[in-house]
T-cell receptor, first 113, second 114 residues
Framework: DAEITQSPRHKITETGRQVTLACHQT?????MFWYRQDLGHGLRLIHY???????NKGEVSDGYSVSRSNTEDLPLTLESAASSQTSVYFC????????????FGPGTRLTVL | AQSVAQPEDQVNVAEGNPLTVKCTYS??????LFWYVQYPNRGLQFLLK??????LVKGSYGFEAEFNKSQTSFHLKKPSALVSDSALYFC????????????FGSGTRLQVQP
């Protein structure tokens, strides 16, 4: 069965370190998204991609970057981790088309000390 | 800019009673509306969506939602709640002409008491 996976599921790091969160989908979806979930804020969009070599900034992109070298993967990099980036991170994907629903990964809980 | 409001942080309902989780939205064009459910320590699961057509949309697990254009609302409903429906529910919207990413509400925790 097709799926979307994230790794690691839990990560503890220190302020200033670079961290990369992996997202891999086997749906062959063109659209991929990264969100963060914080209490009281719901999910907020960090970055998104409509296809290989395409990346776009969301509302809370400062301090994060992504790259899309193939259809299946959209890794999220925190260039210099800050305590404000402690959160749960969700990756999602959807098929091309205006009204297709997104499928979400299980999430990565990141703690920055 | 598009936005979603879920005015209730928590909704409590007794098992067997009907439930409603409220959602209002704001978009510049025609809205595409979605409901997702999140169980503890899990990702979001798609429940239903409104794109066009009939204002009453039926989805998974017996849930339905009513689109009301004049009130810019998309409330989630179920005729008879189950204890297993207890979870966090998110409403989301995107503009039909804009980017494909969703804007989410802050979520409503549904607690169904036995």
């Amino acid at each position: 069965d097709a799926e979307i996976t994230q790794s690691p599921r839990h990560k503890i790091t220190e302020t200033g370190r670079q961290v990369t969160l992996a997202c891999h989908q086997t749906w062959n979806h063109n659209n991929m998204f990264w969100y963060r979930q914080d209490l009281g804020h719901g999910l907020r969009l960090i970055h998104y991609s409509y296809g290989v070599q395409d990346t776009n900034k969301g509302e809370v992109s400062d301090g994060y970057s992504v790259s899309r070298s193939n259809t299946e993967d959209l890794p999220l990099t925190l260039e210099s981790a800050a305590s404000s980036q402690t959160s749960v991170y969700f990756c999602a994907s959807s098929a091309s088309g205006a009204y297709n629903e997104q499928f979400f990964g299980p999430g990565t809980r990141l703690t920055v000390l | 800019a598009q936005s979603v409001a879920q005015p209730e942080d928590q909704v409590n309902v007794a098992e067997g009673n009907p439930l409603t989780v409220k959602c209002t939205y704001s978009v510049s064009g025609n809205p595409y509306l979605f409901w997702y459910v999140q169980y503890p320590n899990r990702g979001l699961q798609f429940l239903l969506k409104y794109i066009t057509g009939d204002n009453l949309v039926k989805g998974s697990y017996g849930f339905e939602a009513e689109f009301n254009k004049s009130q810019t609302s998309f409330h989630l409903k179920k005729p008879s709640a189950l204890v297993s429906d207890s979870a966090l529910y998110f409403c989301a919207v995107r503009d039909s002409t804009g980017r494909r990413a969703l804007t989410f509400g802050s979520g409503t925790r549904l607690q169904v008491q036995p």
